[in-house]
């Protein structure tokens, strides 16, 4: 069965941490991305990376920076964490080739920032 | 850019009737793929139906399926004898530029009552 694991379901920060967001997928995907949803907002893209060290931005990314230092794994870093990043988290990986090929996701990772 | 629009932000159904869950999208692609995904509380998102362009028949996946129409830029999502495990958030998404980035919308929470 193909995974994408998230370290944690529940995270609480305080503010001016620096938290890191882990996400693993076992499926040998090339890309990867960081979403982040909001009631209202829907899902909207922090960053993606396609290839091991190659990473490029989505359409939030201020506050926020990737690693990808091996293919498997994708991780999401607050440098320092505010309230406004107090959100759910999904990490998803997908294949690179095919119009059809869908996304998978993780269960996501609820953050609390106080 | 591309843009996805679910105007309904909760939809009521009765177990074993049919629902229809709306969904109209803006892109400049000449050849594009609609992706419908399934958001239970337990909060991963799971892949449920994909459309392309110029498939020729509308899509459908067990009891779910599309009525896709190019020429007004919908895709919404039909779900057949519905069930309370059907009670879910369903998500919209259209791919942006390359690496299967994701567009979605704002959801629709639909609620499956017995």
């Known amino acids: 069965d193909v995974k994408v694991t998230q370290s944690s379901r529940y995270l609480v920060k305080r503010t001016g941490e620096k938290v890191f967001l882990e996400c693993v997928q076992d499926?040998?995907?090339?890309?990867m991305f960081w979403y982040r949803q909001d009631p209202g907002l829907g899902l909207r893209l922090i960053y993606f990376?396609?290839?091991?060290?190659?990473?490029e931005k989505g359409d939030i990314p201020e506050g926020y920076s990737v690693s990808r230092e091996k293919k498997e794994r994708f991780s999401l870093i607050l440098e320092s964490a505010s309230t406004n990043q107090t959100s759910m988290y999904l990490c998803?990986?997908?294949?690179?080739?095919?119009?059809?090929?869908?996304?998978?996701f993780g269960q996501g990772t609820r953050l609390t920032v106080v | 850019a591309q843009k996805i629009t679910q105007t309904q932000p909760g939809m009521f159904v009765q177990e074993k009737e049919a629902v229809t869950l709306d969904c109209t999208y803006d892109t400049s692609d000449p050849s594009y793929g609609l992706f419908w995904y399934k958001q239970p509380s337990s909060g991963e998102m799971i892949f449920l139906i994909y459309?392309?362009?110029?498939?020729?028949q509308n899509a459908t996946e067990g009891r779910y399926s599309l009525n896709f129409q190019k020429a007004r830029k919908s895709a919404n999502l039909v779900i057949s004898a519905s069930q309370l495990g059907d009670s879910a958030m369903y998500f919209c998404?259209?791919?942006?530029?390359?690496?299967?980035?994701?567009?979605f919308g704002t959801g629709t929470r639909l609620l499956v009552s017995p």
């Open positions: 998404a259209l791919p942006q530029g390359g690496f299967q980035k994701l567009v």
């Open positions: 990376s396609y290839d091991v060290k190659m990473k």
């Open positions: 499926m040998d995907h090339e890309n």
């Open positions: 998803a990986s997908s294949l690179s080739e095919g119009r059809k090929t869908e996304a998978f």
């Open positions: 459309q392309g362009s110029y498939d020729q």
